[in-house]
RNA sequence: GCGGCAGUAGUCUAGCCUGGUCUAGGACACCAGCCUGCCACGCUGGUGGCGCGGGUUCGAAUCCCGCCUGCCGCACCA
């Protein structure tokens, strides 16, 4: 294992970020808690996200229950591809499913049938191990699906949702009515999502509950175009090509998103749009674009609703490369399968055609937890025995730190003061007056507090106090009357600390 | 899920093989007091631990079993 994966979850951990969850009871595989710390980043995280995909797109937001009704489900293609009849190998512990092989090597259909039944038809009827000709084991029921009732009594069966996506599909018609029919409508949900993994590892990479925060983009097949795509069309995307996959390639083709789209190198210019969408909102959380890649999936291992997906990885040192987002073109998979389960009309109203057409949809869906590991690495620097995470200003989860120099000659009670009034001017602030200054500075640079308000002596005497920049210990002299609109500037971005005259300290 | 390895204060770790001398040692962190005019200063004091459960034994951190959790490989990851 590397060093620097260890020291980020190590960090992590200890500073309250992420904790296991149910730690005391021993804790649960595949869940994570989010500490004091680790909320607040999270939540900052999303806030960006939101931004991009809410204020700046002005997608629908909307939220959806947890718990979603086996009809659902089974309408969606989860029930169908999610459930499945397994069976292993005794000798290489292969695992197969059940289905497959009794159609392959019997040649019948037992889709649908019990698990007695189909381990009964794999004894009668000689099934082998596919890999080594080794001899079956019992038929089981794997699940991914966490499976619960609706009501007392079991009477109706649900399950937690595998995805968010499912609760905006079904809601189509009153959108698409809310959003007075125009086209591309983009409907947005963020929340948690759950998968009963068979055996969840990489800590919070695999999760067995997740905070996933996806896009369904609803357009005409016949117009699958972005209005504000020239906004992005130089951004450069650096692509991962099925083909170069296929060749056992690491080949990068790198182009603008409108070369992309061009070449056609990706399905639409709404896909190409949404990449270069996601290479900026990452950029903006600290991940930089020579970080990121977007593989395009083999078609083996795309989901059953989709005819391209592209997976928008991070490299990071701990796990490699990371798929952080998928980009399925889902066509009108969903609709259609509503359409014909519900029985009720999902169609839009093309008015320059005068035509009915199902929508299709391309969906960005992006792993938060995953995102938030991700932020974490690429934050965390080390200089020496000192840890700096270099979070940018506008997503750390304390702002500032408000300091007295010393604990005496009334220093604390000024800086208590400041602290108040930062707090009622809207700034997450931390006040700290324990062990030397330079401690605290280290404590506020681990926990990735951008800047550092000290109160001296010189305070007393005319009104100022100093400002500390975390990244390059710099400070400057600043009024406290200017103080709170300073601090908001410098951490929304729109000031420097350079511009401020600042000093080596 | 299968196989291998592991789990000691908040964090990292000594002890485990060869049971008692462990009332479990250390470092860092944390808290209190003193000190302190700017980058983890110093002094004094302090809080806090053997993953959970069972067994063997006069006696278990140490040996055995089960579970949980983590790491590595296989499988899975729609």
Known sequence: MNQKGDEVLETALRRGFIWPSFEIYGGAAGFYDYGPLGSALKNNIIAEWR???????GCLEIDTPTV??????????????????MVECTRCKGAFKAVDLLKEQAGVDMEGKSVKEMSKAIRERGVRCPDCGGELGEVFEFNAMFKTAVGPGSKRQAFLRPETAQGIFVDFRRLYRHGRGKLPLGVVQIGRGYRNEISPRQGMIRLREFTMAEAEVFFDPKNPVHPGFERVASERLRLWLAKDQSAG?????EVTAADAVRQKLVCNQLMAYYLALTVQLLRRLGIPESAVRFREQLPGQRAHYSVETWDAEVHTQRYGWIEI??????TDYDLSRHMQHSGEDLTAFIEERKEKVVCHVVEPSFGIDRIFYCVLEHSLATEGKRKILKLKPYIAPIQAGVFPLVTKDGLPERARQIERELRTAGLRVEYDESGSIGRRYARADEVGVPFCVTVDHQTLEDNTVTIRDRDTAKQVRVSIENLAEVLKRLIEGTLSIESLGGQES
């Not at 979603?68 to 499945?84: N, Q, T």
């Open 325 to 330: 987002a998928g980009f399925a073109y889902r």
């Open 68 to 85: 979603v009704p086996f009809e659902v489900l089974k309408a969606s293609g989860h029930v169908d591809h999610f459930l499945d009849a």
């Open 249 to 253: 390639s690491e080949q990068i083709t």
């Open 51 to 57: 931004r991009v995909f809410v204020v700046e797109e």
